[in-house]
Antibody, heavy 122, light 107 residues
Framework: QVQLVESGGGVVQPGRSLRLSCATS????????MHWVRQAPGKGLEWVAV????????YYADSVRGRFTVSRDNSRDTLYLQMNSLRPEDTALYYC???????????????WGQGTLVTVSS | SYELTQPPSVSVSPGQTASITCSGD??????AFWYQRKAGQSPVLVIY???KRPSGIPERFSGSNSGNTATLTISGTQAMDEADYYC??????????FGTGTKVTVL
């Protein structure tokens, strides 16, 4: 079955960096678009970034553009999120999510990991 | 930027029907998706492309989308359906957008 396992979260000071990983199994990773989605404490879901199956196309939410970088290693079936210049408002549970396929506008987030918690605090 | 608005909370008695709305400009021209997030768990896709149910999702979950409003309906609501529900759509200017979320309480 499809499994997504995030790691790399923790407590970090404002302005520092952190890299999240999402190890996947149970599907052909290299053929699917992948996303990062976050949920701040007491808040709703917020889409963060998306990367195409071959890694050639990447898009970001305005709130993280220029600070976060999404990447993937299709040989390791793993998704990454490099987070630089972290701010307190980046504190959230970060999920990786698999796209269901069907084109951008018709594409659901069909499987989600359990999330990894990032806390930005001095 | 594109926004999706949901009621903060919906209460329903066991066995009754719960309807959760999601409002956005010309939402009916886009596909709507719905996710269920139970406390302490990851989100689960319950409706995709307005009306379709993924494998394993009970038939009591259904969706519709027209005009400016998408609706998730839970018929014969059970205690296990108590959760937060989020709608989602894709907009060419904003990319992937989630609704504000609705907490469903089964009284």
């Amino acid at each position: 079955q499809v499994q997504l396992v995030e790691s790399g979260g923790g407590v970090v000071q404002p302005g520092r960096s952190l890299r999240l990983s999402c190890a996947t199994s149970g599907f052909t990773f290299s053929t699917y678009t992948m996303h990062w989605v976050r949920q701040a404490p007491g808040k709703g879901l917020e889409w963060v970034a998306v990367i195409s199956s071959d890694g050639s196309r990447k898009y970001y939410a305005d709130s993280v553009r220029g600070r976060f970088t999404v990447s993937r290693d299709n040989s390791r079936d793993t998704l990454y999120l490099q987070m630089n210049s972290l701010r307190p408002e980046d504190t959230a549970l970060y999920y990786c999510a698999k796209a269901g396929g069907g084109g951008v506008a018709a594409d659901p987030f069909d499987y989600w990991g359990q999330g990894t918690l990032v806390t930005v605090s001095s | 930027s594109y926004e999706l608005t949901q009621p903060p909370s919906v209460s329903v008695s066991p066995g009754q029907t719960a309807s959760i709305t999601c409002s956005g400009d010309k939402l009916g021209d886009k596909y709507a998706f719905w996710y269920q997030r139970k406390a302490g768990q990851s989100p689960v896709l319950v409706i995709y492309q307005d009306t379709k149910r993924p494998s394993g999702i009970p038939e009591r979950f259904s969706g519709s989308n027209s005009g400016n409003t998408a609706t998730l309906t839970i018929s014969g609501t059970q205690a296990m359906d108590e959760a937060d529900y989020y709608c989602q759509a894709w907009d060419s200017g904003t990319a992937y957008v989630f609704g504000t979320g609705t907490k469903v309480t089964v009284l």
